[in-house]
């Protein structure tokens, strides 16, 4: 490491140190931590360096070395360890005798600090995908731009030939793996599996990528033909607690022998490449699929290059072009495409990346939930100093007293700041708890392994410890130079009175609190919307009582089909390789455009057959679908959606049939025109598609439409049947309802994580209420007996005590209101299909703010409302 870019320590801890230790004593502390920070920074590394660094500097924050104010009365008594005692014994008494304001202020101050704990762990985990991965900085995904007369697609994957070539060719490439997810047929003895997570990948996985192998060589694990490693889940799940090394099983339909020559742990819960069982590269390319490596034109597989150190990355880059020219130029001429490379920086792909993937995140969620957490300890903050300002006409004489038998004001502060850090500290003691009970419940609710237990967050509980002492000085700092700045002869004369600015101050406050609540009310009803409008918006399809089911049948296929009609229950079915919901396979297209010309493009084709668009009331815009009645259908005839026919300038669906199309390997014309309808994601716009007669069904799916209420006779009547078909093979399925629903779990995750988090804010808020109401009645009891015995009524006693509340309730709602709007439609932009933002959203979130904060108020103005007027009167 040069000189000019070693390691510092914290400024922000060397910069405290400076501002509140004496001048004399930094001499010698600067010289001691900056030694022990570089020692440290060899031996264990710059980031625990960093840490013990603050740690030290905060124990360093003792009494005896704080700078002393110049001509100021000595206080030694209270650098003393028994006067440090003395004032935590006054601030426990304090906080006891004080049960409400104590539990309120803990309660509120321990339920956000978890929420925060818990949000923290949530957005580290987002921002750490793939971080586990030592060389993660030099390790890139090439990505694929292809541009057709058409449009241009922006893939994630890339030909099977790019990456080895690369790695042949520029010295600059240090290693490189190719990765490729299937669901494949998995065989041993009797027990028969579809692994979803079959993950064909390069023998150099294990050393682009740091995946854990427990046994077997890294090297060559997955260098031989039908090699297979497992992990230890998977593993267990087919040989039990046997060594699985050298053992053999059967994969794919053929039943292909494989040797299992590895067993690693699993991938960790933010890593984006996942499998239960990793299969050599070789076994797809030289067995599965033949000679697919050495295709330019055949785009499939995921790539990842393991840069050299100090490679610069524009530089290397700059060879792209030529290469690409030098291998698939030819190709590309006579499709009429352009390819070019994109390469991405691992850290960036899952939240950065607009590129379609197994798995990815959102960064707009990730900023979202910080601010959530930021807003929820402000409000506990707020929950906080505004209890203890109002409380400061009780403690007034007490303040009067000290300062008349010579207390200092300093000595004053560092009492209250001191009560302040106390109450912190339980606070956190009882986040810690509230953590670990909630860590198992926030990992179902986000439905990610984001943490197995406190213990293995001590950074985040020993960060979470710092806030809370931050919390305790911040929080706690204006309350203390208030109480300590009143004049003792006023106070002990009894002429003291609430300050005019700290009335406002708490208002101001109150307003700020139930405005973010109230803002996250209007979120959430917005969410709620969103999630709900995607789950019930029509989307052009029947997907009710649809049974999919994947598997081969090969030349059973129609046999199968037919033996299921005759099932009770079974109306009808259909064979495909895709349905909604489903990836969808593409193919480069030439298809006759508006003008004449062959337009080119890469279009999302479903192979089916006759009964496919009947089946899934899909309706015609022009034309006809697939007939048995003509002969041709099954070789000649295509079927495109309205996105397509559009994509080709056609003013009118009628005007796309009849025109020309090539399309793997086929030729002949558009016989039909579907209306659009939603394949994809509601996130996502309707692009064009293609339907083709299905000529191979090849691990692909058969829709069953069930009819009748006993779907479960009828479910069991089905597998009885494919598994007198296909014994060799397990009955898989799922049902298209929740099939396609599935792809809004990422956002129902979202709306439950933000609603839970929105309720804790708004609890937090009612609490803080709760307290302000409570001195509010107290400090105003004389005046309730009084107004009583006048005879005024408990309702308008009520009113009296809760209509300043409602006032501020109603000034937050004006002021959250358009800023709630303008964040939320901001939020809907990232949804290609949006539920509208109805003015019934502000009056409902106003009324539910109210009803809560009014329904607070109540609990203690009813109560002080049917107080005994006599009692009222004689409390003073």
Known sequence: ???????????????????????????????????????????VGIQKARFRYMIDAFSLLRPFAFKRKKNSYPQPAYHQPAMLKNNFKIAFRNLWKHKTFTFINVMGLSVGMSACFLIALYVHFELSYDSFNKKADRIYRLSTDLKTTSETLNYSISSWAFAPNLKNEFEEVEAFTRVTTRNFLVRNGDLK???????????????????????????????????????????????????PMGRTLLLGDDGVPATVTGLMKEAPANSQIKGDLFVSMSSYTERFNKGIDKDWGAFGTTSYLLLKPGINIEKFAANFPPFIEKHAGQMMRENKMAISFVLEPLLDIYLHSKREAEESGSLNNVYIFSVVAIFILLI???????????????RAREVGVRKAVGAARSLLTRQFISESVLLCIIAFAFSVLLSAVSIPFFNDLSGKSISTGILNNWQFVAGLFSAALLIGCIAGIYPAFVLSSFDPVVVLKGRFTTSVKGILLRKGLVTAQFAVSIALIIATIVVYKQVNFMRSRDLGFSKDQMLVIHGDTDKKRNAFQESLLNISGVKSTAASTNVPGSKNNEAYSEIENAQGEMQSGNLAV?????????????????????????????????????????????????????RKYKQWGREGTIIGVVKDFHFKSLQESITPLTFRFLDFWNGNLLSVKIEGSNVKQTLTSIEKEW?????????????????????????????????????????????????LASYSTVQRTKEIGVRKVMGASTGSIVGLLSKDFLKLILLAFIIA?????????????????????????????????????????????????????VKSLRSE
């Open 1 to 43: 490491m040069e000189p000019n870019s070693a390691p510092n320590p914290p400024q922000w801890a060397t910069w405290l140190l400076h501002l509140l230790c004496a001048d004399h004593l930094m001499e010698e502390m600067d010289g001691d931590l900056e030694e022990l920070f570089r020692q440290r920074v060899k031996s």
């Open 193 to 243: 599996f579809k692994e979803e997570k079959t993950v064909f990948a390069d023998s150099s996985l294990f050393n682009v990528f740091d995946f854990e192998l427990i046994k077997g060589d890294p090297k060559t694990a997955l260098r031989d033909p039908m090699s297979v490693v497992f992990t230890e889940k998977t593993a267990k799940k087919y040989f039990g607690d046997s060594d």
């Open 380 to 394: 506990a903050c707020i929950n906080f100093i505004n209890l203890t300002t109002a409380r400061s006409a009780e």
């Open 606 to 658: 479903y192979s089916v057959d006759f009964n496919f668009l009947q089946q899934y009331d899909l309706k015609m815009a022009a034309g006809r679908g697939f007939l048995k009645s003509f002969g041709s259908d099954s070789s000649k005839a295509l079927v495109i959606n309205e996105a397509a026919a559009k994509m080709l300038g056609y003013q009118s669906p009628q005007d796309a049939l009849g």
């Open 723 to 771: 598994k007198a078909q296909n014994p060799e093979k397990p009955f898989t399925y799922y049902f298209m309802d929740e099939y396609f629903d599935r792809q809004y779990r990422a956002d129902e995750r979202f709306e439950k994580l933000f609603l839970h988090f929105a309720v804790l804010a708004i609890f937090i808020s009612c609490l803080g209420l709760l307290g």
């Open 817 to 869: 209101s358009p800023l709630a709007w303008f964040g939320m439609h901001k939020w809907l932009q990232n949804f290609a299909y949006q539920t509208d933002i109805e003015w019934w959203v502000f009056v409902a979130a106003a009324l539910l703010s109210a009803t809560i904060a009014f329904a607070t108020i109540s609990f203690q103005s009813i109560k002080a409302a049917l107080l005994n007027p």
